[in-house]
Antibody, heavy 115, light 107 residues
Framework: EVQLLESGGGLVQPGGSLRLSCAVSGFTFDNYGMSWVRQAPGKGLEWVAGISDSGGSTYYADSVKGRFTISRDNSRNTLSLQMSSVRGEDTAVYYC????????WGQGTLVTVSS | EIVLTQSPGTLSLSPGKRGTLSCRASQSVSSYLAWYQQHPGQAPRLLIYGASTRATGIPDRFSGSGSGTDFNFTISRLEPEDFAVYYCQQYEKSPITFGQGTRLEIK
């Protein structure tokens, strides 16, 4: 059974940092590119960042470039998103998903940016 | 970035009817287009990739067509569980982008 389990969400102050993780099982992790996709409350889907299967290439939405860093550990089947200098508009449910189209999805973790 | 415009914003139909959703890209995405379904409180689910290829386990009442800039997604005969929000996504060029979604509601 394919499972993607996100963790690390919570309340963070504007300007602060947070690290999200996604533990993957049930498929050959290092055969797939991976992404983070977010959804603000009541809004649509927004792709945030992607990483190639080897980790050698990374891609970012302009809205997070320079603030967020995507990474992966293929030995531990784990995807991460380091979020820095967060803003109110980063408040969302963050999903990890396969890339470039999302065959596999996690259930999401909520990040709330507020003072 | 490539902008995807979905229409209509909301589609009201009765179970058993046929529904067609559209997605238009601001520039060609070839066939690098996917469609997702999302129910409230749930993660999205991949239905179609490559513009017309159904993902594993997706019923054949769901179909996709188009290439370049104009795409359609059709549900041939609506079941109660099909009422949800549908998103298109292009993955031809980074940044990957999604359409704003079409809400399919029960009439």
């Amino acid at each position: 059974e394919v499972q993607l389990l996100e963790s690390g969400g919570g309340l963070v102050q504007p300007g602060g940092s947070l690290r999200l993780s996604c533990a993957v099982s049930g498929f050959t992790f290092d055969n797939y590119g991976m992404s983070w996709v977010r959804q603000a409350p009541g809004k649509g889907l927004e792709w945030v960042a992607g990483i190639s299967d080897s980790g050698g290439s990374t891609y970012y939405a302009d809205s997070v470039k320079g603030r967020f860093t995507i990474s992966r550990d293929n030995s531990r089947n784990t995807l991460s998103l380091q979020m820095s200098s967060v803003r109110g508009e980063d408040t969302a449910v963050y999903y990890c998903a396969s890339h470039p189209f999302a065959l596999f999805w996690g259930q999401g973790t909520l990040v709330t940016v507020s003072s | 970035e490539i902008v995807l415009t979905q229409s209509p914003g909301t589609l009201s139909l009765s179970p058993g009817k046929r529904g067609t959703l559209s997605c238009r890209a601001s520039q060609s995405v070839s066939s690098y287009l996917a469609w997702y379904q999302q129910h409230p409180g749930q993660a999205p689910r991949l239905l179609i990739y490559g513009a017309s290829t159904r993902a594993t386990g997706i019923p054949d009442r769901f179909s996709g067509s188009g290439s370049g800039t104009d795409f359609n997604f059709t549900i041939s005969r609506l079941e109660p569980e099909d009422f949800a929000v549908y998103y298109c996504q292009q993955y031809e060029k980074s940044p990957i982008t999604f359409g704003q979604g079409t809400r399919l509601e029960i009439k």
